[in-house]
């Protein structure tokens, strides 16, 4: 071989082995920067009513406050109980009377108390069926009357709204036999999907955005309840700057026209 065939060989390997080292770098740069991010990270504990809209402003939210989310959703009842049992978070978004609970057994920092919007009680059925006629308290009553199965969810914050309405109605022992309750949203909306109730009632904002499901419409005026949603920051975060920056982003005016496209209402 070549003294100048011998050289380009050696400068090919050469360059190779360089590559190899720059590769494997940037793996363990890459994984560094993953586990400083995931322990960084600003734990929120949501409610499903605002689920749609706070994984929609997920990305703009990590932009703002140069942290990244970690966010764990279900009911305000469970996560309630999570809280409760020591669940640790940095912010919680939950209906207003359980923010307000926290509150007075100092599990929320008061001073980082923010309302975020309302969501009001909707009737959902799986996509593609007829939408029966809610639009008036009779129409409301005969479709109730006619379902073939009402579901909606046995934890859920629309609960006694719902149970309420059905007793104004005159129906509570009516549609006793065909209701399915499930634990949490989306296990009911399941059921309908499924085909094992015809009508799902809950919060618009968790029925617009589930999947096999379309909005109906919302209940009557004289049945219509809002449930109301806050923020705080808990009083053990350790990330307590960055959950303060989190809430302030996601009460911020600019960002009301994602919670109304999710079904969400800000302002009173």
Same mark, same amino acid.
């Given at each position: 071989?070549?003294?100048?065939?011998?050289?380009? /060989?050696?400068?090919?390997?050469?360059?190779?082995? &360089?590559?190899?080292?720059?590769? @494997?770098?940037?793996?363990?740069?890459?994984?560094?920067?993953?586990?400083?991010?995931?322990?960084?990270?600003?734990?929120?504990? #949501?409610?499903?009513?605002?689920?749609?809209?706070?994984? !929609?402003?997920?990305?703009? #939210?990590?932009?703002?406050? !140069?942290?990244? =989310?970690?966010?764990?959703?279900?009911?305000? /009842?469970? =996560?309630?109980?999570?809280?409760?049992?020591?669940?640790?978070?940095?912010?919680?978004?939950?209906?207003?009377?359980?923010?307000?609970?926290?509150?007075? $057994?100092?599990?929320?920092?008061?001073?980082?108390? #923010?309302? %975020?919007?309302?969501?009001?009680?909707? %009737?959902?059925?799986?996509?593609? *069926?007829?939408?029966?006629?809610?639009?008036?308290?009779?129409?409301?009553? $005969? /479709?109730? +009357?006619?379902?073939?199965?009402?579901?909606? *969810?046995?934890?859920?914050?629309?609960?006694?709204?719902?149970?309420?309405?059905?007793?104004? =109605?005159?129906? #509570?022992?009516?549609?006793?036999?065909?209701?399915?309750?499930?634990?949490?949203?989306?296990?009911?909306?399941?059921?309908?999907?499924?085909?094992?109730?015809?009508?799902?009632? /809950? +919060?618009? $904002?968790?029925?617009?955005?589930?999947?096999?499901?379309? =909005?109906?419409?919302? +209940?009557?005026?004289?049945?219509?309840?809002? @449930?109301?949603?806050?923020?705080?920051?808990?009083?053990?975060?350790?990330?307590?700057?960055?959950?303060?920056?989190?809430?302030?982003?996601?009460?911020?005016?600019?960002? !009301?026209?994602?919670?109304? !496209?999710?079904? &969400?209402?800000?302002?009173?």
């Amino acid at each position: 071989m070549s003294g100048a065939n011998a050289s380009a /060989t050696a400068r090919s390997h050469l360059g190779k082995m &360089i590559r190899r080292i720059f590769i @494997v770098a940037a793996i363990v740069i890459s994984l560094q920067c993953r586990a400083f991010s995931q322990n960084d990270a600003v734990r929120v504990l #949501a409610s499903n009513g605002v689920r749609p809209a706070i994984q !929609a402003l997920t990305r703009p #939210a990590e932009g703002a406050i !140069a942290r990244p =989310l970690a966010a764990q959703f279900n009911t305000t /009842t469970v =996560l309630r109980q999570k809280i409760d049992a020591g669940e640790p978070f940095d912010v919680a978004v939950l209906t207003a009377e359980a923010i307000d609970g926290f509150i007075k $057994s100092g599990k929320i920092l008061p001073g980082s108390r #923010a309302d %975020v919007g309302h969501v009001g009680i909707g %009737v959902g059925v799986r996509s593609g *069926a007829k939408k029966p006629d809610i639009r008036t308290v009779e129409s409301m009553k $005969s /479709t109730l +009357l006619a379902a073939k199965g009402i579901s909606y *969810a046995q934890d859920g914050a629309s609960r006694p709204f719902i149970e309420k309405m059905f007793a104004e =109605l005159g129906i #509570a022992d009516s549609v006793k036999s065909k209701i399915v309750l499930r634990q949490g949203s989306d296990a009911s909306m399941a059921a309908v999907v499924a085909g094992e109730a015809e009508l799902e009632i /809950t +919060l618009s $904002s968790e029925i617009m955005q589930a999947p096999g499901m379309q =909005l109906v419409g919302p +209940l009557p005026d004289k049945f219509q309840n809002y @449930v109301r949603f806050a923020a705080g920051v808990s009083t053990n975060s350790k990330n307590s700057d960055a959950a303060g920056a989190l809430i302030k982003f996601l009460t911020n005016p600019k960002v !009301a026209p994602t919670y109304k !496209a999710k079904g &969400i209402e800000t302002g009173n």
